[in-house]
Nanobody, 121 residues
Framework: QVQLVESGGGLVQAGGSLRLSCAAS????????MGWYRQAPGKQREVVAA???????NYSDSVKGRFTISRDNAKNTVYLQMNSLKPEDSAVYYC???????????????WGQGTRVTVSS
């Protein structure tokens, strides 16, 4: 089984920065994709950024130019550097990953427990 553990959330003033981390552990042969989603109160969960095994990165339009996703393959960890934060970025941020877990190509897909980000105006 695979576990995802997030860290790095907190309270920050508008214009500030935070860095989120998500470490995957367990029986992992390789990770196909890791990404970040967020869910604000009363809203649906939405994708923020993702990085696939080839290194390609995708961002939602709302965070392009402000957020940067990166990945340390040796540590099975993904980071989200968030700069120029806005109050509308306030949400619970969830890590998401798809991992290959055996030699037969079986995959695991799941979520972390979430970390709260609050941006004050």
């Amino acid at each position: 089984q695979v576990q995802l553990v997030e860290s790095g959330g907190g309270l920050v003033q508008a214009g500030g920065s935070l860095r989120l981390s998500c470490a995957a552990s367990g029986t992992i042969f390789s990770i196909n994709e890791m990404g970040w989603y967020r869910q604000a109160p009363g809203k649906q969960r939405e994708v923020v950024a993702a990085v696939i095994s080839g290194g390609k990165r995708n961002y939602s339009d709302s965070v392009k130019g402000r957020f940067t996703i990166s990945r340390d393959n040796a540590k099975n960890t993904v980071y989200l550097q968030m700069n120029s934060l806005k109050p509308e970025d306030s949400a619970v941020y969830y890590c998401n990953a798809e991992a290959r877990i055996d030699d037969y190509g079986s995959t695991w897909h799941g979520w972390g427990q979430g970390t709260r980000v609050t941006v004050s105006s």
